[in-house]
């Protein structure tokens, strides 16, 4: 099983820069990065609410679930 991060789609449709992203939630460029590409095992949910209010969108916008068993 696989969580997969869309954080970089939501972004692309929201027309919202990284940088931009960054100031509104109050986490690092960096952080912020690693998130986008999926380099991350976890996200707290405080970051995960503040991007939601952010970009107005729910959790299983930016989080998807691929069931590796079904492949």
């Known amino acids: ?3 997969i991060l869309r954080l970089d789609r939501v972004m692309a449709d929201r027309k919202i820069s990284l940088n931009d992203l960054s100031e509104r939630v109050g986490v690092s460029n960096v952080n912020l990065s690693k998130l986008k590409t ?32 079904e492949e």
Do not use: H, W, Y
Request: aromatic share 6%.
């Open 1 to 3: 099983m696989s969580i």
């Open 38 to 69: 999926g380099k991350v095992s976890a996200v707290r949910f405080s970051t995960l609410n503040a991007i939601c209010k952010a970009l107005k969108c729910q959790p299983g916008d930016i989080l998807e679930f691929i069931d590796d068993e």
